[in-house]
């Protein structure tokens, strides 16, 4: 039976990396570097704060409105005025986080599972993915993800992060693949899902809280096909 589909294209963080469990499990060996417990800082109230100012400076960044160094030292730099830190280096606790987070290597469960099946298949396999370029790829190569895939696309390398078209176009024309045989799968409607569809490819949607009902409705504006993953192990089912 010949393959509805040849080159998939993944996300990295929290579609097949735990992005949540590999950050916090970073926070916390941060903190405890700069000593915080003892400033009277507990760890959910730092990480609370630092992932709102977070998530707020990658939105902003995805649309050029700060770049790449001033996200790293902002999200640090707001986080320690709104709990009242004083005495660190907002850029020096930037660079001992992400140099650990690369040693957190727990993946999202049934990631590496659906890799060897579809891999054994025959699919090509690219990574598509927003992170900061030194970053990710250490996290594909401690994890022991960089084997299964052939290229990893990385925005700051590209110069246009997801959802832009440019991004998808780059990736699908440096892997020589076809529109019609290629399907993004990741776990941000956004950035992922409705910037495959607008580009015009299908797209695999990992959020357990949706249902394929839940989603039809929300996608009914793009011609191309979107499933719904409850787990990515259900990636399978598609294939």
């Known amino acids: ?112 599972e659906v890799l060897d099946y579809i891999i054994l298949r025959g699919y090509s396999l690219y990574i598509i993915t927003n992170g900061f370029r030194e970053v990710q790829l250490k996290k594909l190569e401690m994890s022991g993800l960089q084997k299964y895939f052939t290229k990893v696309y990385i925005s700051e390398d590209i110069k246009a992060p997801k959802p832009s078209q440019k991004i998808f176009e780059h990736a699908i024309k440096s892997s020589n693949a076809k529109k019609e045989t290629s399907l993004m799968i990741g776990d941000d409607y956004q950035t992922d899902i409705i910037g495959a569809l607008r580009f015009g490819i299908d797209a695999a949607w990992l959020d357990s809280a949706y249902s394929i009902q839940t989603i039809s409705s929300q996608v009914n504006n793009y011609s191309n096909k979107v499933y719904a993953l409850r787990e990515i192990v259900d990636l399978e089912q598609i294939l």
Request: net charge neutral; charged share 30%; hydrophobic share 35%.
């Open 1 to 112: 039976m010949k393959k509805r589909y040849t080159h998939l294209f993944f996300d990295l963080d929290n579609t097949l990396w735990d992005f949540e469990q590999n950050s916090q499990m970073a926070m916390r060996k941060t903190l405890s570097h700069f000593n915080l417990k003892e400033k009277g800082i507990g760890f959910e109230s730092f990480y609370d704060s630092y992932s709102t100012h977070n998530k707020q400076l990658w939105s902003e960044y995805r649309e050029g409105k700060v770049i790449k160094k001033e996200l790293k030292r902002l999200r640090f730099e707001q986080t320690f005025k709104e709990l009242g830190i004083t005495g660190i280096d907002p850029l020096e606790m930037n660079l001992f986080y992400l140099t650990e987070m690369p040693f957190q290597t727990n993946l999202v469960e049934g990631a590496r």
